[in-house]
């Protein structure tokens, strides 16, 4: 199968860079197009009708024009194109809409890179098998299909570990630079033993990595930053 084409749709300029870039680590994926606009969007999918996209990586809040506006305009205009939704949208209304609008997946920002691949790499599945000739032979089949894009439960924290601890710690998180312990807890207002235990949780679940600090007296200090 050749490479999924793909058109990131972000209004922050370093955003849109960050998801492109992300985009190109995942193998069988490829960026053609950035835009920073609804108008910008629709007239780059457009102008590559001959070429077509395959997937949109679609912000919501757009200058000029809502997310779900985009997709309803796609759907209005006869465009299959899927959408992943990369926003901070966590309004239950809107969830519920992009779902009806048949968008593929729903990445709530702030995300690492472990999870942004994960939903790719899902789509991908999806995608080889959607492609795939003839008709489903059972029902078991189209239940391995919506499976693939759903993704498997997520696991049971840890004893001692909460859910909405666990966002508030990755999003204090940096994809630029490194966090210590110590910086997270101020972020956060947890402790450094309770931010570091955290922080260890997601080295060990691959969601974020650990490194030595290094520039100061005695002992490097250990930092962390998103998977």
Known sequence: MTDI????????????????????????????????????AMAALRHRAG?????????????????????????????????????????????RTAVSLGVTHYLLKPFTFAAFRDKLERYADYRRQALAEGEVAAQHEVDRMFATLR?????????GLDAQTLNRVLSALSPGSG??????????????????????????????????RYGMPGRPEVEYRPG
């Open 51 to 95: 070429e077509d996209v395959d997937l949109v990586l679609l912000d919501f809040r757009l200058p000029d024009l809502h997310g779900l506006d985009v997709c309803r305009a796609l759907r209005a205009a006869g465009s299959s194109v899927d959408v992943l939704a990369v926003t901070s949208a966590r309004d239950l209304a809107v969830v």
């Open 5 to 40: 084409r793909v058109l990131v749709v972000e209004d922050e300029p370093l955003l849109a860079q960050a998801h492109k870039a992300y985009t190109e680590r995942v193998p069988g994926f490829a960026v053609v197009g950035v835009a920073h606009t609804a108008r910008e």
């Open 179 to 212: 966090r210590s312990a110590t910086e997270v807890s101020q972020q956060t207002g947890i402790s450094r033993v309770t931010a570091r235990r955290y922080l260890e949780y997601l080295v060990t679940a691959e969601r974020a990595v650990r490194t030595p």
């Open 151 to 159: 993704g498997a439960a997520q696991h049971t924290l840890p004893k």
